[in-house]
Structures are given as C-alpha cells and as structure tokens.
Nanobody, 123 residues
C-alpha cells in the first residue's frame, strides 16, 4: 500500500501562484504514474494533472491547461504541481495519488487518499 502526504496549499489572491508537493511512501515500487486531483464542495473529485514516473506522458484537464504544470522529483515517489494564474474556481481540496498505470490514474478508484491540501483563491 502507498501512503501519500500533500503540502503547499494556502490562501492566494486571483492571479497568484502556489506550488503543491506530494511524497509517496510504502510500496513505491508499484508506482508508474502520479497525479493531482481536486474536489470542491458539492462536486465530485476530478483529475487535474497526471504524469508517468518517467516523465514522458503528461495529462492536464482542459480547465487548467496553460496554467498548471505537473513535474516529478528526482525520486520516483515525488510529484509537484505548479499552479499559476489561479482563479476562484480553482478553490478546492487538492489530493495526489499514485497508480501502477496511467489508465488506473485516470480511473481514480483508489482504496485510500492522503489528507489533501486546501487551496483557496479569493481576494
């Protein structure tokens, strides 16, 4: 099983930037893709960005393309999300997760999630 710890959220004004970090531990040998999801109040959790651990394949939801950048750390078990030009509609709890394949990442059906990190975009 993989344990996840997210950090880097906070309160930021519209147009501002934040960088989220995620570290996975446990059965990291099984990880081939990692991604960031978000869930706003009253909405379902959605995948906003994903990356394979070799860095070759990246995915972005249409709502964040051109504003968010996902990257992997030197270690296979870390992933970052640079968020620029933030909008109020980006306000949500952000979670990361890890999967053995990109398809599994896209399905998003995980047994467990980390505690998440709150991003609030407001003036």
């Amino acid at each position: 099983q993989v344990q996840l710890v997210e950090s880097g959220g906070g309160l930021v004004q519209p147009g501002g930037s934040l960088r989220l970090s995620c570290a996975a531990s446990g059965s990291i040998f099984s990880i081939n893709a990692m991604g960031w999801y978000r869930q706003a109040p009253g909405k379902t959790r959605e995948l906003v960005a994903g990356i394979t651990t070799d860095g070759v394949t990246k995915y972005y939801a249409d709502s964040v393309k051109g504003r968010f950048t996902i990257s992997r750390g030197n270690a296979k078990n870390t992933v970052y999300l640079q968020m620029n030009s933030l909008k109020p509609e980006d306000t949500a709890a952000y979670y990361c997760n890890a999967a053995p394949s990109f398809n599994a990442l896209a399905r998003g059906t995980f047994r467990s999630w980390g505690q998440g990190t709150q991003v609030t975009v407001s003036s």
